[in-house]
T-cell receptor, first 112, second 118 residues
């Protein structure tokens, strides 16, 4: 049922940009893309979301392709504290409910 | 502002026993969701409350699972009787609303309850 595909793991040097890709080729027109991360034993933490346009906040940038079939989460200056599992999520609407469809996530390791 | 809290953080029970998990959403959030991740699988939706009403419980695995949200504040998820395959991490999330104002739709997750059924 997963609507997203992510690489299982990535490494990034501290201070460099981390670019995490996600494929969501079956996404529908009104379904949003969300990114969360999970650090160790905490719950998923919201990062950013978008529908069509690129988005930026204090944590990250989200680049969505024009056909909406893929996106990239960018952490501009990765730190050791950004080491986590990053989930690309499609939010679907059924029965009046906004459900998150999680993928398997990318384990990002930021290296000193 | 306090985040979503869940209790207990860990629970270890024997097969056949009953366990009740509790979730306290962010104050003022009408929408409450339960998700779970079982071993080796993705995090999956279980159900959604709007205030005290169940809006969607399509993800509940079977009738051994019962969720309640009396009074529209905290929620409980009871598993009775527990089976081995129920082991996993149960997450609760809450959001302010579901609607036109996108800023209100983001779901904020609690730390989860790790359930181990022996």
């Amino acid at each position: 049922d997963a609507k997203t595909t992510q690489p299982p793991s990535m490494d990034c040097a501290e201070g460099r940009a981390a670019n995490l890709p996600c494929n969501h080729s079956t996404i529908s027109g009104n379904e949003y893309v969300y990114w969360y991360r999970q650090i160790h034993s905490q719950g998923p933490q919201y990062i950013i979301h978008g529908l069509k346009n690129n988005e930026t906040n204090e944590m990250a940038s989200l680049i969505i392709t024009e056909d909406r079939k893929s996106s990239t989460l960018i952490l501009p200056h990765a730190t050791l504290r950004d080491t986590a599992v990053y989930y690309c999520i499609v939010r679907v609407t059924t029965s009046g409910t906004y459900k998150y469809i999680f993928g398997t996530g990318t384990r990002l390791k930021v290296l000193a | 502002e306090a985040g979503v809290t869940q209790f207990p953080s860990h629970s270890v029970i024997e097969k056949g026993q009953t366990v009740t998990l509790r979730c306290d959403p962010i104050s003022g959030h009408d929408n409450l969701y339960w998700y779970r991740r079982v071993m080796g699988k993705e995090i999956k939706f279980l159900l959604h409350f709007v205030k005290e009403s169940k809006q969607d419980e399509s993800g509940m695995p079977n009738n051994r699972f019962l969720a309640e949200r009396t009074g529209g504040t905290y929620s409980t998820l009871k598993v009775q009787p527990a089976e081995l395959e129920d082991s996993g991490v149960y997450f609760c999330a809450s959001s302010h609303g579901q609607g036109v104002r996108e800023g209100q739709n983001t779901q904020y997750f609690g730390p989860g309850t790790r359930l181990t059924v022996l």
